[in-house]
């Protein structure tokens, strides 16, 4: 609850249902289907969406395995109970939701034909581990996508300025009115791969890679408010600050960048990720 009495939501819901985000994602979810149709047998008959989160990617799953006419069965995987039932709420009986960790899912779902795996790879501090997990999970033949706008290359180009300016707001506006400073000895040092380090991550793990490309995404300002919202991401860019004073910090705070660098939207790397087991 907040001091309002209102009950906040730090889940990725809000930022989930801008239209930047869904198109990368729809992106990624036929370029695997793709890839997995290349595989002239079996059919695909089990789907997995690892990290569903809210459900936005599920659901695009789901409504994309319907066109195969054939009975596919899609699972998702998420440790929040809280974004489980969101998902549940979205997509209803069309998905089996499951608690559970990229860390550990192959004892609880296994022989799948295709796992994507969206915005949240960076989330896990042993790639190694999770690859391995997919690659238990697969099918012989099956293909993961994945993809993260959180690695070595996100940022165009350019707009570096932004991110500082931001982070220079924030600060401000969180010294003047509370006093408070961010404490850096909070945030778990997760650093940003490069592309060439997923390459590497997913040979060493039983993959080969088939597409690995950059796109671009073009963010607006109600977009940085919206994942202000999400806990993993306000306790990343102010570690240490309570969520309800960090949240609206974030909130203005991103306002002001926009308006001095006077822009309406701002482009970013999404790196998109598909890979088949061999
Ligand atoms: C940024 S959201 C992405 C949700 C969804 N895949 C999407 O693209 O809309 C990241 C998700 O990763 C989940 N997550 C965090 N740690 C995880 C872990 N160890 N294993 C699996 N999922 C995890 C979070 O609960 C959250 O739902």
């Not at 549940?88 to 022989?111: D, E, H, Y």
């Not at 890679?209 to 991401?233: G, L, P």
């Amino acid at each position: 609850m907040s001091a309002s009495g209102v009950r906040q939501d730090h889940t990725f819901e809000a930022f989930a249902s801008h239209d930047f985000y869904r198109v990368v994602n729809e992106h990624l979810v036929d370029a695997t289907l793709q890839i997995r149709s290349h595989v002239p047998r079996p059919p695909i008959h089990r789907v997995l969406d690892l990290a569903c989160g809210t459900g936005a990617v599920t659901a695009l799953l789901v409504d994309r395995v319907r066109k195969l006419r054939q009975p596919v069965e899609v699972i998702a995987v998420d440790p929040s109970e809280s974004a489980l039932e969101k998902a549940r709420r979205l997509v209803g009986n069309a998905a089996q939701f499951v608690k559970g960790t990229a860390q550990a899912f192959s004892n609880v779902v296994s022989g799948v034909d295709l796992i994507l795996f969206c915005n949240a790879i960076h989330l896990l501090p042993n790639k190694d581990v999770v690859l391995s997990e997919a690659r238990n999970a697969l099918n012989e033949g099956g293909v993961i996508g994945f993809n993260s706008s959180f690695y070595e290359g996100c940022y165009v180009p350019g707009t570096e300025r932004f991110y500082k300016l931001w982070m220079l707001r924030a600060m401000q506006l969180l010294k003047q009115e509370t006093g408070m400073r961010p404490d850096r000895k909070k945030v778990e040092a997760m650093r940003w791969l490069t592309p060439d380090e997923y390459r590497e991550v997913l040979e060493r793990t039983g993959f080969t890679v088939d597409i690995m490309e950059a796109e671009q995404a073009m963010m607006t300002c109600k977009s940085w408010q919206d994942i202000s919202h999400y806990s993993e991401f306000a306790n990343g860019a102010l570690p240490g600050v309570p969520l309800d004073v960090a949240i609206p910090v974030l909130e203005r705070s991103v306002a002001l960048a926009y308006q001095e660098m006077k822009i309406t939207e701002l482009p970013r790397n999404w790196l998109q990720v598909v890979a088949r087991a061999v």
